[in-house]
T-cell receptor, first 117, second 113 residues
Framework: EAQVTQNPRYLITVTGKKLTVTCSQNMNHEYMSWYRQDPGLGLRQIYYSMNVEVTDKGDVPEGYKVSRKEKRNFPLILESPSPNQTSLYFC????????????????FGPGTRLTVT | DAKTTQPTSMDCAEGRAANLPCNHSTISGNEYVYWYRQIHSQGPQYIIHGLKNNETNEMASLIITEDRKSSTLILPHATLRDTAVYYCIVRAHYGGSQGNLIFGKGTKLSVKP
């Protein structure tokens, strides 16, 4: 089954304790992206990747890191989490990447609910 | 990118067609209309997209007016599982895009038995 998986689904942690949220897709998609969703603010893009070893900042990248060493995986790293990073996080992927024209048909993971105390 | 306007909420009876409108009066010629939905705190789900012709897939139909200033998403036989927030998004396809989807407030569709 074609899918985007995220782990963990729920995480409660403390300020400053490094964590990684994994994202994996089995559709051989070039494009992957991370969003956060907060009440009243909608979904905001954190980082995106057009292909392996190609990543770039989204609209709210501060406090986050990503890497894209393999096509299927796009982990989100919080080096020193803070309470304002408490949010619902979604990973998404799309077959569009470096291939023109770019399409916005994206597939989202189930979400990771992160609480930083 | 063109701004979209959707009703805040709508109700639909189970088994009936749900017609969700979207206004995008400032849409430009190279912008597509996309529809996504989000069932309570789950990941958003792609439904359908189109440029100017009407489109249909296994989930829904998309009707775009001839002037492209508005569109309607049709769920032909709504079920309780279609209760969700539906987002209409207008984006152009072009290379070098950041690829971010900009979700507005959407329409909360409640399907009632």
């Amino acid at each position: 089954e074609a899918q985007v998986t995220q782990n963990p689904r729920y995480l409660i942690t403390v300020t400053g304790k490094k964590l990684t949220v994994t994202c994996s897709q089995n559709m051989n998609h070039e494009y992957m992206s991370w969003y956060r969703q907060d009440p009243g603010l909608g979904l905001r893009q954190i980082y995106y990747s057009m292909n392996v070893e190609v990543t770039d900042k989204g609209d709210v990248p501060e406090g986050y890191k990503v890497s894209r060493k393999e096509k299927r995986n796009f982990p989100l790293i919080l080096e020193s989490p803070s309470p304002n990073q408490t949010s619902l996080y979604f990973c998404a992927s799309s077959s569009s990447g470096t291939v023109f024209p770019f399409s916005y048909e994206q597939y989202f993971g189930p979400g990771t609910r992160l609480t930083v105390t | 990118d063109a701004k979209t306007t959707q009703p805040t909420s709508m109700d639909c009876a189970e088994g009936r067609a749900a017609n969700l409108p979207c206004n995008h009066s400032t849409i430009s010629g190279n912008e597509y209309v996309y529809w996504y939905r989000q069932i309570h705190s789950q990941g958003p789900q792609y439904i359908i997209h189109g440029l100017k012709n009407n489109e249909t897939n296994e989930m829904a139909s998309l009707i775009i007016t001839e002037d492209r200033k508005s569109s309607t998403l049709i769920l032909p036989h709504a079920t309780l599982r279609d209760t969700a927030v539906y987002y209409c998004i207008v984006r152009a396809h072009y290379g070098g895009s950041q690829g971010n989807l900009i979700f507005g407030k959407g329409t909360k569709l409640s399907v009632k038995p």
